[in-house]
């Protein structure tokens, strides 16, 4: 599936650059962005982990950190007897750069591949342990991460001037992932990289022409087909 997404995509992306080549109308852009960081890659992640270390000779009670903790249903209220782990998370961001070409389909409708090179950071705690750790455990991800999408967009405006939009795509991203978990009995560092094809939603808001600065809002929902459904907001600049 990720094969058969990445060839989808490329070969869109592909197309704006040779629609623009050719001279059609392709409109070209860069953006600066600030949004929350992307979970889709941790489970991988943090199961690579606990295997390296209990592989090369770590304790085994590192198995009892789930990978998929992000998934699991909270647990039931206080003396329900729910086992399943809580977490907390403290920090959640990703910035990068993004370049993306613009073709009009027809009327508000724009085609829009993009490509872009990201930075995120994300750090959770496990106040109450896991399995027979039944101390506080802390897990930090920082992530360097490739994407490319492609997008059908519909364009109009609010009250006639401030530029709102919605977006229907895909994309694939490839995410190279360092992993740190650390409790008063374990001390784990990793790295792995994973690639996941995902589709989306984007809605998105930005400042009217007359403000001078292109600032936008951005709320995308996306579906992995490993991990399942995640959503982000996103602050970005255009350039």
Same mark, same amino acid.
């Given at each position: 599936?990720?094969?058969?997404?990445?060839?989808?995509?490329?070969?869109?992306?592909?197309?704006?650059?040779?629609?623009?080549?050719?001279?059609?109308?392709?409109?070209?852009?860069?953006?600066?962005?600030?949004?929350?960081?992307?979970?889709?890659?941790?489970?991988?992640?943090?199961?690579?982990?606990?295997?390296?270390?209990?592989?090369?000779? &770590?304790?085994?009670?590192?198995?009892?950190?789930?990978?998929?903790?992000? *998934?699991?249903?909270?647990?039931?209220?206080?003396?329900?007897?729910?086992?399943?782990?809580?977490?907390?998370?403290?920090?959640?961001?990703?910035?990068?750069?993004?370049?993306?070409?613009?073709?009009?389909?027809?009327?508000?409708?724009?085609?829009?591949?993009?490509?872009?090179?990201?930075?995120?950071?994300?750090?959770?705690?496990?106040?109450?342990?896991?399995?027979?750790?039944?101390?506080?455990?802390?897990?930090?991800?920082?992530?360097?991460?490739?994407?490319? &999408?492609? *997008?059908?967009?519909?364009?109009?405006?609010?009250?006639?001037?401030?530029?709102?939009?919605?977006?229907? &795509?895909?994309?694939?991203?490839?995410?190279? *992932?360092?992993?740190?978990?650390?409790?008063?009995?374990?001390?784990?560092?990793?790295?792995?990289?994973? *690639?996941?094809?995902?589709?989306?939603?984007?809605?998105?808001?930005?400042?009217?022409?007359?403000?001078?600065?292109?600032?936008?809002?951005?709320?995308?929902?996306?579906?992995?087909?490993?991990? &399942?459904?995640?959503?982000?907001?996103?602050?970005?600049?255009?350039?």
């Amino acid at each position: 599936m990720v094969s058969g997404a990445s060839f989808l995509v490329g070969v869109c992306f592909a197309f704006c650059v040779f629609a623009s080549s050719a001279g059609a109308q392709v409109a070209w852009r860069t953006e600066m962005f600030l949004r929350s960081d992307e979970q889709a890659h941790v489970p991988a992640a943090l199961e690579a982990a606990i295997l390296s270390f209990v592989g090369n000779g &770590g304790s085994s009670q590192a198995e009892d950190i789930p990978s998929d903790f992000l *998934t699991q249903p909270r647990p039931a209220a206080a003396g329900g007897g729910s086992s399943r782990v809580t977490y907390e998370q403290s920090r959640s961001r990703r910035v990068g750069g993004r370049l993306v070409g613009a073709a009009r389909i027809s009327g508000p409708l724009y085609f829009e591949g993009s490509a872009m090179m990201a930075y995120g950071q994300s750090n959770y705690r496990l106040p109450n342990g896991a399995g027979v750790l039944v101390q506080g455990i802390d897990i930090r991800f920082r992530t360097l991460s490739a994407e490319l &999408g492609a *997008t059908v967009v519909y364009r109009d405006s609010l009250f006639g001037s401030v530029p709102v939009s919605v977006g229907l &795509g895909g994309g694939v991203l490839h995410a190279y *992932t360092r992993t740190r978990v650390d409790s008063p009995v374990l001390r784990i560092r990793e790295v792995n990289s994973d *690639t996941l094809a995902f589709t989306s939603l984007r809605f998105g808001i930005r400042t009217p022409p007359r403000f001078g600065t292109d600032l936008g809002a951005v709320l995308e929902l996306r579906n992995y087909a490993t991990f &399942g459904p995640s959503a982000a907001l996103e602050v970005n600049l255009r350039f």
